[in-house]
């Protein structure tokens, strides 16, 4: 199984291209942004594309330092799921980190914590690495409920797969209110919650993302955080300029 860094930390940039792109669009895309790339960058970089440019996606990547991601994945390993991808396949086109419980699956696919539990299984079980997003909406921040959302989300993860499980996965805090608004959590905001969860997972200690509208300018800022150690981009990962600045910031 693909190990996540938990010793040093190594900083990790991940950019969820969501429903975005065409060929043409990848293409420049991904070119810009490998002709932008700093040698000297030790941050760990994922590209999550739509499926139907997996392969056009490894072919630009090729021996860069990008790596690639998927957006979702089927709980189940095979059978008849009509437009599901199991882990199997998303291996076999070279996928090493995939994402689950992503707030838009959640609202939009109605994706309960028991589902998102059993997707971070099905990742593990392929050999892959689970980033499991978490995070309150507004109404639950303004009330007071933020840690006690969160703590539960996490813990319907914790109790299907054990803490230990955490050695081979990656947190994702996605403040709902922050996610496409232009809103950004402060660093202290962000900073207590990465060490809330930290906190909930003992002795194991998985890279905590941050993801709620990080740009260029505050990234840095929040980087700085004993305990964000690095980035779930959307939109910002689907411009190349923004995208190799915020993976410097990273550094």
């Not at 490998?34 to 030790?42: A, F, G, P, V």
């Not at 059993?118 to 921040?141: D, H, N, T």
């Not at 803490?163 to 209110?177: G, L, Q, S, T």
């Not at 993801?211 to 411009?239: C, E, R, T, W, Y």
Request: charged share 20%.
């Amino acid at each position: 199984m693909i190990k996540a860094t938990n010793t040093k930390r190594k900083k990790l940039v991940i950019g969820n291209w969501k429903m975005h792109g065409d060929r043409q669009f990848n293409a420049t895309l991904l070119s810009d942004i490998l002709t932008r790339w700093n040698s000297e960058n030790q941050v760990e970089t994922v590209i999550c594309p739509p499926y139907p440019y997996f392969q056009q996606v490894i072919e630009l990547i090729g021996a860069s330092p990008l790596v690639m991601g998927a957006q979702t994945i089927s709980e189940h390993d095979s059978g008849a799921f009509t437009g599901e991808i199991s882990g199997q396949m998303l291996s076999d086109w070279q996928c090493r980190y995939v994402i689950v419980g992503h707030n838009e699956r959640r609202r939009m696919q109605h994706e309960s914590d028991a589902d998102v539990a059993l997707k971070f299984l099905a990742v593990q079980r392929a050999g892959l690495i689970p980033v499991l997003c978490i995070g309150e909406s507004l109404e639950q921040r303004e009330s007071g409920n933020a840690l006690e959302v969160i703590g539960a989300q996490l813990g319907h993860v914790i109790n299907a797969a054990g803490i230990a499980a955490f050695e081979n996965a990656v947190v994702a805090y996605e403040p709902v209110w922050a996610v496409g608004t232009g809103k950004t959590a402060t660093p202290e905001q962000a900073q207590e919650v990465h060490a809330f969860i930290r906190s909930r997972l003992g002795s194991v200690s998985p890279r905590i993302l941050y993801g709620g509208s990080v740009k260029a300018h505050n990234a840095a800022q929040l980087f700085q955080m004993p305990d964000i150690d690095g980035a779930l981009l959307g939109g910002a990962s689907l411009v190349a300029e923004e995208f190799v600045a915020i993976c410097n910031a990273a550094n």
